[in-house]
């Protein structure tokens, strides 16, 4: 099955938004996709599985 969003990159493919702003964040941390401060990363850690948990595709 064919998923969006996917990355394919160092050999691997990821799919999902989280998992894969997760690895950038962690493999490639410039230019930071998710902000410095602990408190400001977790809140766009719950809005960003928010999104991801509750917004279904258009069927």
């Known amino acids: 099955m064919k998923q969006v969003p ?3 990159i160092d050999g691997i493919t990821i799919h999902q938004s989280l998992a894969i ?3 950038l ?3 490639r941390p ?3 996709l998710l902000p410095q401060d602990p ?3 977790a809140s766009v850690r719950m809005i960003s599985d928010l999104i ?3 917004i279904q595709p258009l069927q």
């Open 6 to 8: 996917t990355l394919k």
């Open 30 to 32: 410039t230019p930071r």
């Open 21 to 23: 702003i997760e690895y």
């Open 39 to 41: 408190k400001k990363r």
């Open 52 to 54: 991801a948990g509750g």
């Open 25 to 27: 964040e962690e493999m």
